[in-house]
């Protein structure tokens, strides 16, 4: 508890955290919430487990717990006038919406391709003197720097009121575009000079004067001039005297934050938008928006604010899941009520949003989590409109904050959607390029048909998926070993089982009607043992949550699921995998894998890898029915919904990917001792030195021992504390 308040989490919120015997921040925790706290954006990855649920909803929390207050003690309601900060700096109001500024207004970034977005300073010039201030372009991009009086439109040198120096080598001003000393870009510093005594604007690069651009009239000389600053998919920062320069300006010039009081005139954007208190939300208006691929996801993370806000009272937060599969009118009735946290799916979010029951006007946080997977699912242009309808400083001057959560933060659509859409992003970055855990031993079996004929005399198998239905299959034709390794699949699932004394799995499938057949199938050898439960898009939400339940609380032994599982789910201490055959998408294989090892607990991950090609299901945009009961078994080239799987060559990618060879094992399924673990016990965990592991229960029970002695410690050192005041002021 101690540990989490002296991060800035309030009594009430760690309070929660020790109920939950949570009593030290995760090293995800122990960086994201400071920063999240302290108003950053944050680009966040650890592996699924690692705490980083937490890491966003414990500070998303308080801020809004805090806020809410202020709300009721009619802080944020009042008609005082916010005091205009000391020091010289971009405004936050006094912007184009699409660009953004940095906590102390020093730095400025767009990432809006297509058009210009510009800024004034919080502070400009008038009178007589010679002023100076650098602008240096700290990333790529088109930028143009100068000065404006308050008439200007922020598009810095497109009227009269506002002269530019542009990273291509033009000066402009009325939209006359010249060419000028020489162009700029990345690392580049640019000096912009003001002499209101000549009436002359010039520029620097690099220190070197680049002469004379602009003559100022004796009208626009009597005018005040602001330092400005207009982008397109740039970003850049400024300095405006309070530190040293990079290259001193030129005898006679002083820095603009040097000028005296009395030529110093405020930005009135900046004042009259300080003045104005604001309104209050409306109750349908969130303070944050909590984006999930699934609907488990969903559910995971609504419970986790849910346990969170335990002892948050007076103001309680109003919390509301709104996922596909259930009753979208009670979810209305809900936000009707008032709403402060909206957790949900795209889809259903979506819909709630367009047709008004939720606005984004109030928005301060947007968290995309499991943002790979999100933007696999081709909900990028459904994420963008989002961030475009919320206002990125809110009326009470809050800055919109993004955090996005992701399985790697190297995958090139996540790196493309930070640098469009969030602000400085800080990384967490704690996985680092995809890697298999040493806590995971994953091996893989090749099924090979022509040696092991086996499939050939089985009374009873599991059923397949049916691509070979008008196929010839007598022989050792291509669509006869494909039929054959469907079967011998199954058959190795249940050795692997057997073999390993698998008490708890889970078991990935390439298809929801793959899942289906697997289910049957186990349920059908009749083993008290073998029990099992499906999770796919196919079964009903109600179903899902079930299912999901059950396994979580060991009721049934097998998840059988497809990667809709692969993501995020929160299972303690599961010690097998089996993947029945690889995931299309080779980042997908460590997901899969990643269920299991975790916590420090050994995990066993086993693949099926056909020797042959397998014919396998492949339902496009032009497949109607999506997949559902489709008998269209002709080749895609063929106007049909069947493809045929290279396994051999998706493990090379994997193997590829991960820069590792994956053991393989014999079609009996024993794993070899290794050398140096000796004989490993999955699901367990390792202590100390040697072959000594410990149970999750037994784990359970040594953590909840030692925080009861820390209890007791804490006690007993503040009676001692106590004893030792009362005795010095005895003796005084």
């Known amino acids: 508890m101690a540990a989490f308040e002296e991060m800035g989490v309030q009594p009430e919120i760690a309070k929660a ?57 009619g802080k944020t309601g009042s008609k005082t006038t916010t005091p205009i900060s000391p020091t010289w700096m971009l405004s936050l109001y006094d912007r184009g919406r699409s660009l953004v500024v940095t906590p102390d207004g020093l730095r400025c970034q767009s990432r809006e391709q297509k058009e210009w977005h510009g800024c004034r300073a919080t502070k400009g010039i008038q009178g007589s003197g010679k002023f100076y201030y650098e602008s240096a372009v700290t990333d790529e991009g088109l930028c143009r720097v100068g000065w404006s009086t308050p008439q200007a439109s922020l598009d810095l040198g ?193 819909q709630l949003i367009q047709d008004g029951y939720i606005v984004l006007n109030q928005c301060r946080f947007f968290v995309l989590d499991e943002a790979d997977g999100l933007l696999k699912a081709n909900y990028g242009e459904l994420i963008e409109r989002l961030h475009r309808q919320m206002p990125k400083i809110t009326s009470d001057g809050k800055r919109l904050q993004m955090v996005v959560c992701s399985a790697t933060l190297h995958a090139f659509e996540v790196k493309k959607m930070a640098e469009k859409l969030m602000h400085f992003p800080t990384w967490v970055d704690l996985k680092g390029e995809d890697a298999v855990p040493e806590t995971v031993h994953h091996v893989v079996i090749n099924v090979d048909p022509t040696k092991d004929t086996t499939w050939q005399n089985l009374r009873r198998h599991m059923q397949t998926d049916s691509v070979h239905a008008r196929d010839n299959l007598r022989g050792t034709s291509a669509e006869a070993l494909s039929e054959a390794v469907k079967k011998l ?77 692969a993501r995020g789910l929160d299972i303690s201490g599961l010690p097998f995998m089996i993947n029945m055959t690889l995931p299309d998408e080779k980042s997908n294989y460590v ?63 994997i193997e590829d990917h991960l820069n590792v060879t994956i053991q393989q094992i014999e079609s009996d399924m024993k794993v070899p001792m290794n050398d140096f673990d000796g004989k490993v016990v999955y699901g367990e965990k390792r202590v100390g030195l040697g072959n000594v592991y410990q149970t999750l229960e037994s784990f359970k029970r040594k953590n909840r021992l030692i925080n009861l002695i820390l209890k007791v410690c804490t006690s007993a050192i503040k009676k001692i504390v106590d004893i030792d005041k009362m005795l010095f002021f005895f003796l005084i």
């Open 158 to 350: 497109t009227d009269k009121f506002g002269w530019g120096f542009g990273g291509t080598g033009k000066k402009s001003n009325s939209k006359q575009f010249d060419s000028y000393g020489e162009a700029f870009g990345m690392n580049d510093t640019i000096g912009c000079l003001l002499d209101l005594d000549k009436g002359e604007i010039r520029f620097w690069k690099n220190g070197v004067d680049l002469g004379p651009a602009f003559t100022l009239t004796a009208q626009q000389k009597s005018q005040t001039f602001y330092p400005a600053v207009v982008l397109k998919n740039a970003e850049m920062s400024f300095n405006f005297g309070a530190q040293p320069f990079k290259y001193p300006p030129p005898t006679g010039y002083i820095a603009v934050s040097a000028a005296s009081k009395e030529q110093i005139k405020v930005n009135p954007v900046n004042s009259s938008q300080s003045q104005s208190a604001p309104e209050k939300p409306s109750p349908n208006a969130p303070q944050a928006i909590v984006i999930e691929p699934s609907r488990e996801l969903a559910e995971q993370t609504f419970d986790q604010f849910h346990k969170f806000m335990k002892h948050l009272k007076d103001p309680e937060i109003r919390e509301v899941l709104v996922v596909g599969g259930q009753s979208i009118k009670d979810q209305m009735t809900v936000i009707n009520h008032g709403i402060d946290i909206v957790v949900g799916t795209p889809g259903r979010l979506d």
């Open 489 to 565: 699949k199954g058959e190795y699932c249940l050795r692997a089982i057997k073999e390993h004394k698998m008490d708890r799995a889970i078991i990935f499938c390439r298809t929801k009607i793959d899942c289906d057949n697997l289910e049957r199938y186990l349920k059908s050898v009749g083993d008290r043992e073998l029990t099992c439960v499906c999770l796919h898009g196919d079964r009903k939400p109600p179903e899902r949550k079930y299912n999901l339940e059950c396994f979580k609380n060991e009721k049934v032994r097998f998840l059988i699921c497809t990667d809709v599982a």
């Open 591 to 653: 997901h899969r894998i990643g269920r299991v090892g975790r916590a420090e607990r050994m995990g066993l991950a086993i693949s099926f890898v056909s020797s042959v090609p397998e014919k396998v299901w492949y339902h496009g945009e032009w497949c109607s029915s999506r997949g559902r009961n489709c008998h269209n078994t002709n080749l895609t080239e063929q106007g049909g919904c069947c493809i045929w799987y290279n396994e051999p060559r998706l493990l090379a990618d």
């Open 17 to 73: 955290l020790d109920d939950m015997e949570w009593t030290l921040p995760t090293d995800v925790q122990a960086e994201a919430i400071p920063l999240i706290l302290g108003g950053g954006d944050v680009l966040m990855a650890a592996e699924t487990g690692s705490g980083k649920t937490g890491a966003f909803c414990i500070p998303i929390l308080q801020i809004v717990w805090e806020t809410l207050k202020d709300l009721e003690s």
